[in-house]
């Protein structure tokens, strides 16, 4: 009977979208299992072979999960607002909801295609309204929270409010911005509503500052990090520059301390959390005041090394730091706005990157040294960070190798307490430090001595302060784009108000145009009806505002990560319209068990999504602080590029080894124009490539032969594989098994099309095993066969190495075959085992074999040791050390039965030939030699 896969996947997807196999229920008496595979953004180039990789992981175990009688939540989604579909609607000038529509259909087809347990009745879109509303509802709960240091959470701001009116807040210790002034219960009381409102926003967890950011002219909005790739835009490889806007913030730096101590209590990879770890950047040390001689602004630096105070030589502002316009002197007015306006020019990522630049400018101000009160050089450089802590440093040649060679290049002259040591010297560093140790009152101190007395010292004079401090910064959640989530906020005199629940969702307006306005406001800015009626609680026409009962709406939208911080919670209970999840369904499923997805999210959505869970835990609306408790990184498919190599300055291209030498620029080509042999489709090039249609091809042996490297996957380098192609040639199921084969979940490996032909003959072996089953007993060699396969298979299950899995298959399915085993006892559990690997075959060989249900939930095969057990022992008979046969024994015969049955043997006498051996040697289980 032939293998028509075709025909099988077919019926069995329809099988179980019909009969809604994989539906999830929120209360069951089963134990809860919840895998989670990271929702995709759908572009419209749709999948390529390496985006199913985890996917195809994930539905392993959650099919895994469910023979072992798990209710299993396996869902799926989009996330479905983004600059690539706006991009797309600027260009063309169609809506970006239709051409997400149409991408999320294509991806659909896709997904259904590979045959993956998906509940897609809890199927989520981020730009759904009925899905947003609920991310601005969050918006609103962090906009009317604040965070208690005394109970190390966040609060309802009317909290905050009662103890202003009852006491001010000299007694609060809460997270607020660095410059809140401090007011009494009569100061608040007195203040306007507008300056209780400007006060309450250095309170809240999101707020609106004036924020350095990622700013892209031709792209009109603001950009994350890593949206930035070498100082220009990923998407269309615009330039980006650094530019204070108004943002709205999230206050996620109040979160930093629990953020780093939660990475201890779940099971994520350690690469990973030392991101995260490196990222949050804990260190403590001292904040240190120094004037500004001639000026009355302070410059606050954090060092971790308060006892080098004595070897300041200079001080380092970053270029954008709000002090640098209103200290730097006149005559040097122009070489530092020359060198800020060039910096803004370059991302923060490169400027870290960047160790060996030595750049800056003299401000030609002076602070004064706390102690000593000597003048001190005030420069700026792009090596210093406004981000980062507080944007300035106090340089230590000595202690430092970049302010070293910042001094040195610069000829920034070194104090005294420095005369007399090398320091050209590789230990300059530790010479130094002593020499600085054994300064003014840090005389004959021990390095933690010296440093508690430094801190002592700086607040005794009210210059100083022992701190801890974090690399994180709080998070802009503005973007000036179309496509995203409005702010459900509207403004009076200038101040944001949140619209009520009950009016949410606040949906998207109509525009003409997706690019900025003439003025330079965000895409919304072009929207004719986007007022807000505070008493008919509704959206109305622009021309209606009269700011006193209508009033101007957010014109930003909301960051991607936005609608992927909580999506993971809203599957628990997506079609609730009354609360973003019922108290039931979050309480039942609590976290996600397994989440599978890619590193390149470690400090984005990984942590921008740990932050929003803390804080509804905080709130008592999710039941756990960490949503996952165990997260597997899945590697990359690369893809074998292909390379013709033009000569640069002729129109003649040349075969791969008739370019050596020559003169070569190499040139990717499609590799659906180039067969297993490597060679290429010269005429199919010529038609993809018009400008090369009249070059001459010079060939080897009369073809042409490209060359192959290995690269990531992608529609630019033209090596992208279609997974539809692979399943209507192969079927889902050799695609499934083929990426688990290539190699360990967690790396990365090249994806090589010729090799699928090797799982795709054994699933043929595999069906030939089912064509002939009948009610047989099973030999104890198919017993053996079958329980060592459940052994492997699920301890590799369960340790995520399904490439071993697939392995273990073949060895079971080539035993079988060789002992002819018909038997169903046998056949019925294999199909199980195959089943979260390759569950259309499957499902078809259960209903072959008489099964009416599905087998999906059919329970996993149980190992039993005893058929592992070997009942016999083939022993080597030796000699003198020379072996002459062997005979089988049963395995549990001691040294004497083992030595009463060799010398019993007619072939022992045989070779004795009527001597008495001298000695006989047994080693039980292994050998029988016999001397003399």
């Not at 009016?503 to 800015?525: A, C, F, N, R, S």
């Not at 095993?769 to 009948?774: A, K």
Request: glycine share 6%; proline share 5%.
């Amino acid at each position: 009977m032939h293998y028509d896969f075709q025909r099988i996947e077919k019926k069995w997807q329809d099988y179980w979208a019909k009969n809604q196999t994989f539906k999830a229920e929120n209360n069951s008496e089963k134990p809860k299992y919840y895998v989670l595979s990271m929702f995709p953004y759908p572009s419209g180039a749709g999948l390529h072979v390496g985006h199913p990789l985890g996917y195809i992981a994930g539905d392993i175990y959650a099919r895994y999960k469910r023979h072992k009688g798990f209710n299993v939540l396996h869902p799926m989604g989009y996330d479905s607002f983004g600059l690539p579909a706006e991009q797309y609607a600027i260009q063309t000038g169609q809506h970006p909801a239709i051409t997400t529509e149409a991408n999320i259909k294509r991806y659909r087809e896709q997904l259904d295609q590979i045959g993956f347990s998906f509940d897609w009745s809890r199927e989520v879109r981020t730009s759904n309204p009925d899905y947003y509303k609920w991310t601005q509802w969050v918006f609103i709960q962090l906009y009317n929270s604040w965070y208690n240091k005394d109970t190390n959470k966040a609060e309802s701001i009317t909290s905050l409010v009662g103890s202003f009116e009852l006491e001010g807040n000299t007694k609060i210790n809460g997270v607020c911005d660095d410059d809140t002034p401090s007011f009494s219960a009569n100061d608040w009381n007195a203040f306007s509503d507008k300056e209780r409102q400007e006060i309450l926003l250095k309170y809240r967890l999101t707020y609106l500052a004036d924020a350095e950011v990622n700013w892209c002219p031709a792209l009109g909005t603001v950009l994350a990090n890593d949206e930035i790739v070498n100082g220009v835009s990923e998407r269309g490889g615009h330039p980006v520059i650094r530019k204070k806007m108004t943002q709205w913030m999230m206050r996620i730096t109040a979160y930093a301390q629990r953020l780093l101590e939660g990475l201890n209590t779940i099971d994520w990879p350690q690469p990973l959390k030392d991101s995260q770890t490196n990222w949050i950047g804990r260190s403590e040390g001292a904040s240190v005041i120094f004037g500004v001689k001639d000026h009355d602004e302070k410059i606050e630096v954090f060092t971790t090394r308060p006892d080098t105070i004595f070897g300041v030589s200079f001080m380092t502002l970053a270029p954008e730091h709000p002090l640098v316009e209103k200290i730097t002197t006149s005559e040097m007015k122009a070489e530092v706005n020359a060198y800020v306006e060039a910096t803004s020019k370059r991302s923060e990522r490169d400027r870290m990157a960047d160790v060996k630049t030595i750049s800056g400018v003299f401000t030609g101000a002076y602070a004064e040294h706390p102690f000593t009160k000597a003048p001190v050089p005030i420069w700026i450089g792009d090596y210093v960070l406004a981000s980062y802590g507080t944007g300035a440093v106090m340089a230590v040649p000595c202690g430092d190798q970049r302010d070293y060679d910042f001094a040195k290049h610069y000829e920034i002259d070194i104090p005294n307490i420095f005369e007399g040591i090398d320091i050209s010297e590789e230990a300059f560093a530790d010479k130094a430090n002593t020499v600085i140790a054994n300064s003014d009152f840090l005389n004959g101190l021990s390095y933690k001595d010296a440093v508690r007395k430094a801190i002592d010292e700086l607040e005794k004079i009210g210059q100083g302060q022992g701190k801890i401090n974090y690399r994180l910064r709080d998070a802009v959640f503005s973007r000036q784009r179309y496509w995203g989530e409005p702010f459900p906020v509207y403004y009076v005199d200038g101040m944001p108000q949140m619209i009520d629940l009950e009016h949410l969702p606040l949906q998207l307006p109509e525009v003409e145009k997706y690019l900025p306005t003439e003025t330079g406001e965000p895409p919304l800015g072009n929207a004719t009806n986007w007022a807000w009626d505070s008493k008919g609680n509704k959206v109305v026409s622009n021309d209606l505002i009269d700011n006193e009962q209508i009033f101007p709406l957010e014109l930003n939208t909301m960051p991607g990560w936005a609608g992927s911080s909580q999506y993971f919670n809203r599957y628990m209970d997506p079609h609730n319209d009354k609360a973003i999840y019922a108290e039931g369904a979050i309480n039942y499923w609590e976290d996600v068990d397994l989440y599978i997805g890619g590193s390149e999210h470690a400090t984005g959505h990984l942590l921008y999504s740990r932050f929003w869970q803390q804080f509804l835990f905080d709130m008592g609306i999710a039941p756990k602080p960490e949503y996952a408790k165990k997260l597997i990184n899945q590697g990359m498919i690369t893809g074998t590029s292909a390379f013709v190599y033009k000569d640069i300055e002729e129109n003649i291209v040349y075969s791969k080894s008739l370019a050596v030498n020559k003169n070569i620029n190499p040139i990717h080509a499609d590799v659906s124009l180039v067969n297993a042999s490597d060679e290429l489709d010269i005429n199919g090039f010529k038609k993809w490539r018009p400008d090369l249609a009249e070059a001459e091809f010079i060939l080897e042996d009369g073809k042409y032969i490209v060359g192959r490297e290995i690269e990531k996957m992608s529609k630019s380098k033209y090596n992208v594989v279609n997974p539809d192609n692979i399943c209507e040639e192969y079927g889902a199921d050799s695609l499934r098994l083929y990426e688990m084969f290539l190699g360990p979940l967690e790396q990365s490996k090249p994806w090589n099309t010729a090799g699928i032909t090797g799982v795709h003959g054994f699933l043929k072996k595999l069906w030939k095993l089912y064509v002939t089953i009948d009610d047989s007993q099973p030999s104890p060699d198919n017993l053996k066969t079958l329980h060592k396969t459940i052994k492997k298979v699920e301890e590799d299950i369960e340790n995520f190495s399904f490439n071993t899995s697939v392995s273990t298959f073949m060895i079971c399915v080539n035993e079988l075959t060789a002992q002819k085993c018909k038997s169903k006892s046998i056949m019925e559990p294999l199909a199980i085992l195959v089943s979260p690997y390759a569950p259309h075959i499957a499902e078809e060989l259960w209903e072959k074999i008489g099964n009416v249900a599905s087998i999906a939930n059919a329970p996993f095969p149980k190992f039993d040791a005893k058929y592992l057990v070997e009942s016999s022992k083939e022993y080597p008979i030796s000699f003198n050390g020379k072996m002459r046969f062997k005979i089988e024994l049963p395995a549990d015969l001691d040294k004497g039965g083992i030595e009463e049955a060799v010398m019993a043997h007619e072939l022992t006498a045989k070779y004795l030939e009527g001597r008495i051996p001298k000695k006989v040697i047994v080693v039980p289980g292994k050998i029988v030699n016999i001397v003399g």
